[in-house]
């Protein structure tokens, strides 16, 4: 234990994360531009799809990192539980995006692009929090994001009932019912990373309140 002290911590996490923040950010960014423009549809997936690859191959760095770091900056448990946090956030966006292709929808609601409005702007908060992870004096300023995340995700619940209570408005057959159900995964999953976005700011916000 006292050696520790001597080592040199890997300062690569802390730009590993702000990467795949950047990075989620960026896939909210493109699945926004697919429900707001539905147009060229496969392209515009295949893009989210893209950033998702991305996605995995900073997490995979990541973790070899982990193995490979006698020091780290903070818990390993922690770096373990935002990897996957972040991982899990991304994978969410492209999947929503992959049903949307998969299903065949031919027009999204409205309220689906707000949804996904809605985890663009707490991933923007993400990307801009991300850097703050070993300043123990933004404390304060990284809670106040986290909080703003926190606000948005209740948004984001209102709008997800919104879309479920329009989705099944008027149905009367099977078609539409399976329509229905369709659109309502979808909303699902962009509401699992509108609720993903804030467990990664938990995390985020917790490990720099251990370390301050």
Do not use: W
């Not at 995995?56 to 922690?78: C, G, K, N, Q």
């Not at 300043?135 to 209102?158: F, P, S, W, Y």
């Not at 990373?193 to 916000?205: G, H, I, L």
């Amino acid at each position: 234990m006292v050696l520790s002290k001597f080592m040199p911590r890997n300062p690569q996490f802390s730009a590993k994360f702000a990467e795949a923040a950047r990075n989620a950010h960026a896939t909210a960014k493109a699945l926004v531009d697919l429900l707001e423009n539905y147009t060229d549809v496969e392209n515009k997936v295949q893009k989210v799809r893209d950033l998702e690859h991305e996605g995995d191959r900073i997490t995979r760095e990541v973790t070899s990192l982990l193995a490979e770091s006698f020091i780290v900056p903070f818990d390993r448990e922690d770096i373990i539980d935002l990897n996957n946090e972040l991982d899990d956030l991304v994978d969410d966006m492209e999947d929503a995006a992959r049903k949307l292709s998969l299903y065949g929808i031919e027009k999204p609601l409205p309220q689906m692009a707000q949804l996904a409005r809605v985890v663009e702007q707490q991933c923007a908060l993400l990307a801009q929090g991300m850097p703050m992870i070993e300043d123990k004096n933004r404390v304060k300023e990284l809670a106040a994001l986290a909080n703003q995340i926190r606000q948005l995700e209740d948004q984001g619940d209102t709008i997800s009932d919104d879309v479920q209570r329009t989705l099944y408005l008027s149905v009367t057959d099977v078609p539409g019912m399976i329509r229905a159900m369709r659109g309502g995964e979808i909303a699902n999953l962009l509401e699992d990373a509108s609720d993903q976005a804030q467990r990664v700011a938990k995390t985020v916000e917790s490990i720099l309140l251990k370390n301050a």
